[in-house]
């Protein structure tokens, strides 16, 4: 249950598959509201920033099915209850064996992601229990930083353009993952989501498991992304 809650939540995180071919600046960076409280949040809890790439990711590729838990998967619910000290808070006060069991579940699968993590569980499990909250709250910032932006005429955010093999994005808030050939931290997956959601907050919303490509119209790098859960 806990772990259907979790993956549910539309983050629209884009998997990326990269070709460089040189890169160039384009315009100055802006700054991401979902990875501003994402970092606000870690850091709250005593997380470096290492930490907080190693945690965002894992629980990214959680969440997109991209990392599984099969241990867990295998275990029966009376080898779950097996491993409850009855005593212990919360189970003392919990009466209903099922909810036992999904607690004692979401328990074991956050200590798990915080050792794939290679992150201490006192900091990891807070983080983990707060990130849909967290993300849904920089969500709301970046829609309305996005709504004033592209109602600026005036505006020199990015402009976005259908290619003729598909859906094309021009790098705004992802240019500096451009430049520096990085796609595997939760900053750049955040300007990712930031370019692709400004693009269809124009254009409409495209359906998950579509594909696009991010470019950069100065120097013709680009990356291909993939809409996820």
Known sequence: MFKSIIRMASLAIFSCFITFEGIAETE???????AEVMRVSAHSLGMNEAELNRAFLVISKFQAGMLTLPELDALSDSEILSKIDFYAEPYSEITNESMMVIWKR??????????????????FAPFYRAFIRT????????????????????????TFSNGSSGDEIECAASCQALRNEDIESYKALLDIAADTANWESVNGEKPFGSTVRVVDSVSGKSMEVKKLF
């Open 135 to 158: 993300f849904e709250s920089g969500k709301r910032l970046l829609e309305q930083q996005i709504s004033q932006r592209n109602s600026d005429s005036a505006s020199s955010y990015s």
């Open 28 to 34: 100055q960076k802006r700054i991401n509201p979902i």
């Open 106 to 123: 979401y328990e074991i699968e956050t200590a798990m992601l915080a050792k794939e993590a290679d992150v201490e569980l006192s900091k």
